[in-house]
């Protein structure tokens, strides 16, 4: 049978000094990164509601604008059209 060689123990606590000794597989680091990058995605979307909402809720108390009088040349021909019905 072959020779077992004994397993390497890493025991530096920083990653260039820990590849020096051999390959290092930093998962834990990878998943530290997606689960910040998860809350910080979650955080955005929640401000960007709250933004949203807050903008319907100004859009909503603005009360709409009074409609503008007709200009005074359409009131006359309006008055005209009115004054020919009658005598027709």
Same mark, same amino acid.
């Given at each position: 049978?072959?020779?077992?060689?004994?397993? =390497?123990? *890493?025991?530096?606590?920083? +990653?260039?000094? #820990? @590849?020096?000794?051999?390959?290092?597989?930093?998962?834990? +680091?990878?998943?530290?990164?997606?689960? +910040?990058?998860?809350? /910080?995605?979650?955080?955005?979307?929640?401000? *960007? =509601?709250?933004?949203?909402? *807050? %903008? #319907?809720?100004? $859009? =909503? $108390? =603005?009360?709409?604008?009074?409609?503008?009088?007709?200009?005074?040349?359409?009131? /006359?021909?309006?008055?005209? @059209?009115?004054?020919? %019905? @009658? @005598? #027709?």
């Amino acid at each position: 049978m072959g020779s077992c060689q004994p397993m =390497k123990i *890493v025991t530096p606590q920083d +990653n260039p000094a #820990a @590849r020096e000794q051999g390959a290092v597989s930093a998962y834990g +680091n990878f998943i530290t990164v997606l689960i +910040n990058f998860l809350i /910080l995605a979650w955080i955005i979307f929640l401000m *960007v =509601k709250a933004v949203n909402r *807050v %903008r #319907a809720s100004i $859009e =909503k $108390e =603005k009360a709409p604008a009074p409609a503008a009088p007709p200009p005074q040349d359409i009131l /006359l021909l309006s008055e005209i @059209r009115d004054l020919l %019905r @009658r @005598r #027709a």
